[in-house]
């Protein structure tokens, strides 16, 4: 049920907080400020050499994310691609190392054939799914779930940022298992991963300004999302949440590429979302920044109060989140790009919970 909101979408987005706490609290022991990862341990995370993550749409966003967690903090390097070109692509394949698939409806056709191709080459098969009693969940020898709850929109919110929420602890639950992490490292993993709901809900105050910046972007014919790091799948996953229920034209695309093509894009007419923590690689994505506004394009900026007021507001219109702990930013900025998409998406009148031509559940390749 709706309850008192217009969309699912909407009601989704706003259960954030609460569902992200319902999966942290499956996975971190709060009092013991421990990790909670039996399940995990069929994943022999002490000798891995590589792990192979594969899904499709938003959870590959997610995948792609967690690469920067797993290969940073846990040193375990990552290959990681979108589940239609794995199930072909004819990877070699370790037997013995793991193989992460990551779905939310366990359904989808290409993650499941891609499970089974790592199954055949022998691989240990993890899986992070939201519907417990899915294929890819049976077809695991571990599976990790998000306690999202159904999620009934076809654009996935809550599921992503759950997502997120299991890959970030299960990075930290290998960083540790790999000796990378003290125990007292471990402990303040913990400490902050377990603030994130917290971040989630103070984002979520943004609305209304974030609803006024989206009654322009809802008359834009096109969009470009940028970032650097972890803020380059964010970028891809606002393109296409815009994409799928506004039916604006966006693209995702890293910052540093900006200069190799797409700035050829850039005039009054084209809004570009950047999104920009002040984190270690901001001083480089504020130098992209410049070069957008010398060239007329429409700023909406996201970022935090240093990032601010290091970029100057004049020609950005600027979404000022919290100052959040770089592990959690990629959970905190999932909220703005996921509002913006959902009331531009209003104020075009699109049918934000069943958007045309797409399917919560793609069963077929
Ligand atoms: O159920 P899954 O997580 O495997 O679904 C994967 C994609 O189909 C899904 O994320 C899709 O991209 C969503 N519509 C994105 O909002």
Redesign the pocket.
């Known amino acids: 049920e709706k309850g008192n909101y217009r969309h699912f979408m909407a009601k989704e987005i706003h259960e954030q907080p609460e569902v992200l706490g319902h999966t942290f609290g499956h996975y971190l022991d709060l009092a013991q400020e421990s990790l909670r990862f039996g399940a995990a341990e069929g994943i022999d995370f002490a000798n891995a050499t590589r792990m192979t993550i594969a ?6 966003y997610a995948g792609l994310v967690a690469r920067y967690w797993f290969e940073r903090v846990a040193g375990l390097p990552i290959d990681i691609d979108v589940a239609s070109e794995f199930r072909y692509r004819e990877a070699p394949l370790t037997p013995g190392q793991p193989a992460l698939f ?7 056709a290409d ?1 499941l054939a891609s499970l089974r191709y790592c199954r055949a080459g022998g691989q240990k098969i993890a899986s992070i799914v ?1 519907v417990a009693s899915s294929t ?1 969940a049976r077809e695991s020898d571990v599976v990790l779930p998000t306690l999202a709850g159904p999620e009934i929109g ?4 809550k ?2 940022t759950c997502q997120l929420a299991v890959l970030a602890a299960l990075a930290v639950h290998a960083a540790h298992a790999r000796g990378r992490l003290s125990e007292d490292e471990v402990r303040e993993h913990v400490g902050i991963l377990a603030e994130a709901p917290g971040y989630v809900a103070d984002a979520l105050r943004l609305e209304a300004g974030i609803e006024r910046v989206a009654r322009d972007l809802s008359h834009a014919s096109n969009a470009l999302y940028l970032g650097r790091g972890t803020n380059l799948p964010l970028a891809l996953e606002g393109a ?2 815009l994409k ?1 229920i506004s039916y604006i034209h966006a693209e995702g695309y890293a910052a540093g590429e900006l200069k190799h093509g797409p700035i050829a894009l850039i005039d009054e007419d084209m809004p570009v979302i950047v999104i920009a923590p002040h984190d270690a690689v901001f001083e480089k994505v504020a130098s992209n920044i410049q070069e957008v506004a010398a060239r007329g394009g429409r700023i909406i900026l996201i970022t935090d109060e240093r990032g601010a007021e290091e970029v100057g507001t004049q020609s950005a219109e600027t979404i000022v989140m919290p100052t959040v702990p770089p592990m959690i930013a990629p959970i905190a900025y999932a909220v703005p790009l996921q509002l913006l998409s959902y009331h531009a998406a209003v104020f075009a009148g699109t049918d934000v919970d069943q958007p045309r031509n ?1 399917a ?3 069963t077929v390749e």
Do not use: D, W
Not at 102 to 108: A, M, P
């Open positions: 899904a499709c749409g938003t959870a590959y990551v779905s939310q409806s366990g359904e989808t993650t939201n890819i076809v654009a996935s919110t599921a992503f296409l949440k799928e797409l919560k559940s793609v």
